[in-house]
């Protein structure tokens, strides 16, 4: 293989690029992966590989701060078949426990994968010798694989952000041989907790034949934190300060305001929360007076059915709430269905006594890691649902299941009694939790593990006789 000496020596892959596209310009998107990999892309003469969000459009590489961006266009079928279709009604429903049902259609399977070719194409045509490739997510799990048969040169790392499967539910997935094959063509593989660690060992001895041991040095937990001193300094500064007491006032100065703010996706919990509320104000436990429930929903994957049924659902929860116990002037439950700015959402944390945090299943949740941080200590109550990577971490909160109504219910009558400046302790203890282990942190740990010689991921694999891909290619223009 030719030395290749141009070409990148850091290379991310994401599903998005981190930018938002304004007009004829593009500005970097806020978020946390961005705050904390942009600044090592741009030391490290570094590029990113990801879609830019629209379809059937072609655009050449370009420069946004400090770094090279390569876009993988997508067409309209591809978004549907291999974002909407494979990755979030396949992928994304078996990872989260199969709160809805996955569709195993084969159509989406193939653009899956001419998909992830394409990403690694890009890839290997971008990477400088020896370079370090950082991919992310779900999308790309076949990437690791396709690069390593033709760049055995460079390291590659794989982070996958939402949790890892049961080997009893990932055995549903028609093409899973091939998914596990595609992961291990990685150096280094991360998952959030230690139990999606111990899902993925137990997949690669079923389906790979592999003794879990030798997988030992590719796969660790390395749960992905948030930026704490943005965070904190946003939430000292005089401006986000000012529009917490904004907000509070806007909502009726209530005694008990509870906050909840998530991606409206199913695996939030969104209706459990509401049922647990609307059950509180029936009783008598919340008062409707005093008590105010503000939900953020971000739009989200807003294509997909199962999405829009929860968004009807979602909706219609909240009106019978507030036709029960509101008045035409004051709503219980306020709603907002859009996204905030990241100092808007620190004031929002800032703003409320309560954040309620109910996921039926998710990678990690970083509102909860973000809103402990914000409050530094000072008080309020953070109620978590023990299916969240997070409460791995802060065991000092209010952990729940938000399946048990019972329980759900006592959680957050306890955070409600704990208004004001109650429990700063507990808040604090989280906090300091948070920062030992902030995205920067986060960072370093993987990108120094990946460079350490000890981390060489496993010999090429010999695929088992079961090859699922094959097979499926002959039956390509049959059915779905
Ligand atoms: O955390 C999972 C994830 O898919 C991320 O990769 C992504 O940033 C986020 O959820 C939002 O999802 P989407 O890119 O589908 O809008």
Same mark, same amino acid.
């Given at each position: 293989m030719p030395r290749r000496r141009?070409?990148?020596s850091f290379i991310l892959m994401a599903n998005r690029l981190p930018v938002d596209r304004c007009g004829d310009s593009w500005h970097t998107a806020p978020g946390g992966l961005v705050s904390a990999l942009a600044p090592i892309a741009k030391a490290e003469s570094g590029a990113w590989i990801g879609w830019?969000?629209?379809?059937?459009e072609t655009i050449e590489p370009f420069g946004v701060g400090g770094m090279h961006l390569v876009p993988i266009p997508l067409s309209c079928a591809e978004h549907r078949?291999?974002?909407?279709?494979?990755?979030? @009604?396949v992928l994304w429903p078996l990872y989260h426990d199969l709160i809805v049902a996955p569709e195993y259609r084969r159509d989406w399977w193939f653009a899956y994968e001419a998909v992830n070719a394409r990403f690694a194409r890009a890839a290997i045509e971008t990477a400088a010798y020896g370079a370090t490739i950082w991919i992310h997510d779900y999308? =790309?799990? =076949? &990437?690791p694989r396709m690069i390593r048969g033709q760049r055995p040169d460079v390291r590659i790392g794989f982070f996958n952000h939402i949790p890892f499967p049961p080997v009893e539910l990932l055995a549903q997935l028609p093409w899973r041989e091939a998914v596990m094959d595609g992961l291990l063509g990685a150096d280094v593989i991360g998952l959030q907790r230690e139990s999606d660690v111990t899902n993925f060992r137990a997949a690669s001895q079923r389906f790979l034949g592999i003794d879990p041991d030798r997988v030992s040095n590719v796969i660790g937990a390395y749960p992905i934190s948030v930026d704490v001193d943005a965070i904190r300094e946003a939430a000292e500064s005089e401006s986000v300060a000012r529009l917490a007491r904004q907000f509070r006032h806007d909502l009726g100065n209530p005694e008990v305001l509870m906050l909840g703010i998530d991606r409206l996706d199913y695996t939030k919990g969104i209706p459990q929360r509401l049922h647990a509320v609307e059950e509180l104000l029936d009783e008598g436990a919340l008062d409707p007076e005093t008590t105010v429930l503000a939900q953020v929903a971000v739009p989200s994957r807003e294509g997909i059915g199962a999405y829009q049924d929860l968004r009807d659902e979602v909706e219609r929860l909240i009106g019978r709430v507030n036709g029960r116990f509101g008045t035409i002037e004051r709503g219980v439950v306020q709603y907002a269905h859009q996204s905030y700015s990241f100092e808007a959402t620190i004031a929002l944390y800032l703003a409320a006594d309560v954040l309620l945090v109910t996921s =039926?299943?998710?990678?990690? +949740?970083l509102v909860a890691k973000e809103f402990v941080t914000a409050r530094q200590g000072s008080g309020g109550a953070l109620v978590l649902s023990e299916f969240a990577g997070a409460a791995d971490e802060l065991?000092? @909160?209010?952990? &729940? +299941?938000?399946?048990d109504t019972s329980g759900l219910k006592n959680g957050i009558r306890q955070a409600a009694s704990l208004t004001g400046d109650d429990a700063p302790e507990q808040m604090a203890a989280m906090a300091a939790a948070v920062k030992d282990n902030d995205l920067h942190q986060w960072a370093r740990r993987f990108l120094n593990d990946l460079q350490s010689p000890m981390n060489s991921g496993l010999p090429l694999l010999k695929m088992p006789t079961r090859k699922t891909t094959g097979n499926l290619r002959e039956v390509k223009h049959v059915g779905r």
């Open positions: 141009d070409g990148h830019p969000g629209t379809c059937e078949q291999y974002y909407e279709g494979f990755s979030n @009604a999308h =790309l799990q =076949l &990437v =039926l299943r998710d990678g990690m +949740n065991d000092r @909160a209010i952990i &729940v +299941n938000p399946h």
